[in-house]
């Protein structure tokens, strides 16, 4: 009969049938609980005519992993589905195909009910195991770092704010006063932006780490040969104020630096 003892795996004459990854069972496990008469290996199963029409009719109703053979390692074996594994308890005894199959009823009953677990897709790999186990304590400390980088921000707009307020308190006129409330202000002039915002806004495709350097020193570059002015503004949780240049600056510099890329890259031969 079939022993559930509420555990996870399906337990057959006090033999315990091997699940791999995807829940499938694997058939040696099962010749042990049948008996383990050499006229019932899986091999002879295996090459029946009628296993074959099953296992072509499963595959086309989708089931292409309804049956796998690994070769080496560990977990060698033949691992099979639901249907194909009470196929195979037939083909062993009509006795024994009984006994496997309400052992799978059981199953799914003891399951809805909550007294059996769902079954753990890493339970027959230890290493898969322990993967798992490290990702979830990734995932942990990228949610703390989240946190903390958010505390970090209010903490640094807090700061930028004293700074301000301090800066315009010593200020020597009032004009002086006016020039730093305006550098550190949440808002930048009308038609001035930063670059990486700028590109952002406008839907321009991101730059690689290289290719943005070249595009910051075409910026500088226009910017010092047009003899604009240099304009700094802080943006929201920075501490620094950065440069801030026209649109037509970064338009210009963005074209230099696209052209270049276009000049690097190597056309396609034509296919004869």
């Not at 307020?165 to 009032?174: P, V």
């Not at 503004?233 to 970064?250: A, E, G």
Request: with cysteine; proline share 4%; hydrophobic share 35%.
């Amino acid at each position: 009969m079939a022993d559930e003892q509420h555990s996870r795996n399906l337990v057959i004459g006090n033999v315990t049938i091997l699940r791999d990854a995807y829940g499938r069972y694997n058939l040696s496990t099962l010749h042990r609980a049948g008996g383990h008469e050499d006229r019932h290996k899986p091999s002879h199963w295996l090459i029946n005519k009628s296993t074959e029409e099953l296992i072509s009719e499963l595959k086309s109703q989708g089931m292409n992993s309804c049956l796998e053979t690994i070769h080496g390692g560990a977990k060698r074996g033949t691992y099979v589905s639901e249907d194909l594994a009470i196929s195979y308890a037939g083909w062993i005894s009509p006795k024994f195909q009984l006994i496997v199959n309400r052992a799978f009823i059981a199953m799914r009953d003891l399951r809805q009910q909550g007294f059996l677990p769902e079954p753990d897709p890493f339970e027959n790999y230890p290493e898969m195991r322990a993967i798992r186990s490290v990702m979830i304590e990734v995932a942990k400390t990228r949610d703390e770092i989240a946190v903390v980088r958010g505390a970090v921000s209010d903490v640094r707009h807090d700061i930028d704010a004293l700074r301000t307020a301090q800066k315009i308190q010593e200020a020597q006129s009032e004009e002086q006063a006016a020039q730093i409330a305006a550098m550190y202000s949440r808002t930048r002039p009308a038609g001035r932006a930063w670059p990486k915002q700028w590109m952002k806004d406008t839907g321009r495709g991101q730059l690689s780490a290289i290719l943005y350097d070249d595009f910051l020193a075409h910026c500088r570059r226009i910017e010092k040969d047009r003899k604009e002015p240099d304009k700094y503004f802080c943006p929201l949780n920075y501490t620094w104020p950065l440069r801030c240049y026209s649109f037509k600056v970064l338009e210009d510099a963005y074209a230099e630096t696209t052209k270049q890329l276009s000049l690097l890259r190597i056309p396609r031969r034509r296919q004869a």
